[in-house]
């Protein structure tokens, strides 16, 4: 499983690479811990938003076809597989999620100069900040009293390693949203041509459980469709 933040900033810091990759994919080792530590999601022009889940939420993000923000967002997530005699990773990431909404009675939102201080962020030092948030329905806290210093030390890390490819991010004024948490524990049983144990019925996409991105969900879906039109062809 994933767990981490949403990082929003200006737009303009990004345009060097969302102008070349809508959605690019950056990986990072971290030196601490040596986790992979990837970006995911990225959303040029666009907004961040509260994912619903039935008794907990987390934060995501999109972008619109026809309207633009000054903000690019996209998710910094430090993967984590467990090992015995550990067998809940979905209710580990749950727990994180939920104690998040605790603190924060929702998503909490931080700027990256208050965390480093070792301090919350405030309505205040919000405002003062140069990113105005897409996502008003948020708290200003503090991010370290509920995501474990693990995956801390990796986000800081891979931000600041992301600051010399595309200056800007590591800013006192980047904002991060929290928790991020992506379950991939669940995975439906698939062939090379992604049909299920039940004859003739195809599965494709993240809600398979085999993707991880709108680019590797696009292509299973065509190659489900390719299978699909063989046999009906």
Known sequence: MDIGVRVEVPASIMRPVTDVMHEAKLLFYSKRF???????????????VKEKHKDFC????????????NNTNFAILASTTFT???HEPIAYGQYIAKLVNLLGEGIIVQRLGD???GRRSTPDRIKKGSVKPTLADT????LSFAIPYRYISDILEML????????????????????EVKFYSMRLKL???????????????DGAGITRGIIHAAVSGVVAAREILKRTA
């Not at 299920?196 to 019925?201: A, D, I, S």
């Open 139 to 142: 708290t200003p806290g503090d």
């Open 115 to 117: 965390l480093l201080q």
């Open 84 to 86: 015995e005699p550990f």
């Open 160 to 179: 600041e390693a992301l600051d010399k490819i595309v200056p800007g991010v590591y800013s006192t004024s980047t904002l991060l949203y929290g928790a």
């Open 58 to 69: 987390t934060v995501n993000g999109h972008s619109f076809s026809t309207k633009k923000t």
């Open 191 to 205: 062939t090379n041509n992604l049909e299920t144990e039940v004859k003739n019925l195809f599965a494709a996409g």
């Open 34 to 48: 040596d986790d992979l530590v990837r970006t995911f999601c990225m959303n040029p022009y666009g907004v961040v």
